[in-house]
């Protein structure tokens, strides 16, 4: 019998996932199936960005590091984001084919610029003013 040696992963990704799960999700501190998960539970549809994979030397697990701290998840070897403990799906990825076809959209606003319907309605405030007074 053959034994396939698993290669160990550690790269960088941006993958955006979807909670899915009724209840929310409150994700893992750590990369571990043993670690204790964080105190705030994730509501449904919240998204949340995938920065880094990780998988063990020998492991099928994959485990993703989500951005600004939240926590980790993990894949089984479908892909698929389970609950550890109920191994029901959790969250799903976000794909460019899932937005196309209108299955998930989502819409990104940077704190740092305004959006440009703001811009315009100031305009048309600005040049209605002018004209009215």
């Known amino acids: ?3 396939l040696l698993i290669a160990p992963v550690d790269e960088e990704v941006s993958v955006l996932f979807k909670v899915i799960h009724e209840s929310g999700m409150r994700f893992a501190k750590g990369p571990d199936l043993t670690s204790p998960r964080t105190d ?30 939240k926590g980790w998840v993990f894949c089984d070897k479908k892909g698929k984001i ?27 606003i940077s704190p740092s610029l305004p959006h440009p319907f703001f811009i315009l309605s100031l305009a048309f405030l600005y040049i209605y003013q002018y004209f009215v007074d």
């Open 1 to 3: 019998m053959t034994h």
């Open 40 to 69: 705030k539970v994730f509501p449904p549809n919240s998204l949340h960005k995938g920065v880094r994979k990780v998988r063990p030397s020998g492991s099928k697990i994959v485990f993703i590091e989500l951005e600004d701290g």
């Open 82 to 108: 389970l609950d550890r403990f109920q191994e029901e799906e959790v969250l799903v990825e976000v794909t460019a084919e899932k937005r196309a076809e209108g299955e998930m959209w989502w819409r990104v």
